[in-house]
């Protein structure tokens, strides 16, 4: 379990809203452990700001304790910014539930949800450097890179995660395909497509912010072949969530 208010002990209302991350949650132990470096991550780059952590399932806190201990602490507003990646069920309609019942509970404390993390510029750099950091050469066309991701029930989702591949090898030799660990199309597609396109040597990029059971599937998956680490606490994240806090920031009222 993480606690409440990890960073900042006795931190309360400061005049800032209070930032809650909110995480997916899993069973996997490394999951829960890299949201807390995240979570200390972006409690270091703005000390001024009381942090909390929070699940929408499987572990602890809650987003429903982390609402109470902001309201308990003396904040009158918090931006919840969910550590998803996409737009799919979880933040379009379990999280907005959530704080909808935050509210009723709080009918003072003004809760404002921020757009998910990705995909962004700043995060498909951190996937590009988690690439480069398994010896990859930005110069190799014989270089192809698989971009795992979850995959979504919605084709329109998986097409927006599509769109990053194209981005992720701008300015390189690199080929790269996209693959799905829930639903098609499977690594072993993608990297049968960039052998076909030359490549004989292939780098697994998962776009998944923590390590956990879809990971390990698509690690066995890969065999011989390298697979780079999960986005994690990289700089890149840090700044693209306290840019979504920054931008839900709720308007001054006008005199």
């Known amino acids: 379990m993480i606690p409440l208010l990890l960073y900042r002990p006795g931190l309360t209302n400061t005049g800032r809203p209070a930032l809650v991350l909110v995480a997916h949650g899993s069973r996997d132990p490394r999951s829960a452990a890299t949201v807390s470096e995240v979570v200390a ?8 700001l009381a942090v909390y952590p929070a699940f929408l399932d499987l572990n ?15 904040h009158r507003a918090g931006v919840v910014v969910p550590l998803l990646l996409g737009s799919a069920f979880h933040a379009r309609v379990d999280l907005p539930g959530l704080l909808a019942a935050g509210r009723s509970r709080h009918p003072y404390l003004d809760l404002t949800q921020a757009g998910v993390l990705g995909p962004d510029p700043r995060l498909i750099t951190a996937l590009r450097d988690r690439v480069l ?11 192809g890179v698989a971009v795992a991701a979850v995959g979504a029930s919605s ?34 597609e993608a990297t049968a497509r960039l052998r076909e396109q030359g490549c004989d040597r292939i780098v ?15 690690h066995a998956a890969a065999g011989d072949h390298r697979f780079a680490a999960t986005l994690g606490a990289h700089p890149g994240l840090v700044e693209v969530v306290l840019d979504r806090y920054t931008t839900a920031l709720p308007l001054p009222l006008s005199a």
Do not use: H, K, M, Q
């Not at 991550?41 to 001024?48: F, G, N, S």
């Not at 950091?133 to 270089?143: E, F």
């Not at 697994?204 to 698509?218: E, I, M, Q, S, Y």
């Open 41 to 48: 991550a972006v409690a270091a780059a703005r000390p001024e």
């Open 133 to 143: 950091d398994t010896g990859a050469d930005p110069r190799d066309p014989g270089l």
């Open 60 to 74: 602890a806190p809650s987003v429903d304790r982390a609402v109470d201990a902001v309201a308990a602490a003396g």
């Open 204 to 218: 697994v990029a998962p776009w998944f912010l923590a390590p956990g059971r879809l990971t390990d599937r698509l």
């Open 155 to 188: 084709p329109a989702a998986n097409d927006r995660t599509r769109r990053l591949v194209r981005s992720l090898i701008a300015g390189t030799a690199w080929r790269a395909e996209i693959c799905f660990a829930t639903t098609e199309p499977a690594l072993p």
